[in-house]
């Protein structure tokens, strides 16, 4: 069902500190600060050879990351994507297995404007899991 693996996504305490740190120091290809206000984040993306990393800063009042900042104050990976070819199906075996989908269990557009659901975390081994259709 899953495919390659789309990005590993970072929560972080200070964006500009962490994205001049993966500029600078590790010498990685990293875009401009993105605001994504439905998902109560701000993102920027870090470009690798092989896939992305995600750092997350919150954006607004009852961003999902804030309250992980505040058990992790110095940050932490925040979840794993993978792809899929067609997420509704993903969704429905995923359920009929008994793994909880995270809100409405409808997919919403993700920071590439395609289609995203998360899984419980509690279902996978601690790790937050979302979903994107390439
Ligand atoms: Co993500």
Redesign the pocket.
Same mark, same amino acid.
């Given at each position: 069902m899953i495919g390659r693996l789309? =990005?590993v @996504?970072i929560a972080v305490p200070d964006l500009d500190a962490a994205s001049a740190q993966y500029a600078n120091t590790l010498g990685a290809k990293v875009g401009l600060a993105k605001d994504e206000p439905d998902h109560g984040v701000t +993102?920027v993306f870090i470009e690798l050879p092989n896939t992305k990393i /995600?750092l997350?800063f919150p954006l607004g009042e009852d961003s999902p990351i804030q309250n992980f900042l505040d058990k992790n104050p110095s940050g932490g990976i =925040? =979840?794993m994507?993978y792809e899929v070819d067609d997420i509704l199906a993903a969704r429905d075996q995923l359920q009929v297995q008994g793994a909880r989908v995270l809100g409405s269990g409808e997919p919403k557009i993700? @920071?590439h404007g395609k289609p +995203?659901l998360f899984l419980h975390p509690k279902d996978f081994n601690g790790c937050l899991i /979302?979903l /994107?259709q390439v």
């Open positions: 789309n =990005h @996504a +993102v /995600e997350l =925040h =979840h994507c993700g @920071a +995203v /979302e /994107e």
